[in-house]
């Protein structure tokens, strides 16, 4: 696999081979696992919140068909 420079692109090179022009910036690939990393948390933290909503509700209806029935 023969890689050059672009031409006034840095953290690219091209694959003459193939034509395929691949990202060889560790900084941005680092930047880009943090905030994928972030991004899973936040979506995980939004799961959990749903499930608890979810099972205050459950108690809150269990809550107020007990209440009825007194």
Aim: glycine letters at 6%.
């Amino acid at each position: 696999m023969a890689l050059t420079k672009i031409k006034e692109v840095d953290g690219y090179l091209k694959d003459e081979t193939s034509g395929a022009v691949l990202s060889v910036d560790q900084n941005a690939l680092d930047a880009y696992k943090r905030q994928r990393s972030q991004r899973n948390s936040i979506v995980s933290d939004i799961n959990n919140i749903k499930q608890e909503l979810g099972e205050l509700k459950d108690m809150l209806s269990t809550i107020i068909s007990s209440q009825k029935g007194n």
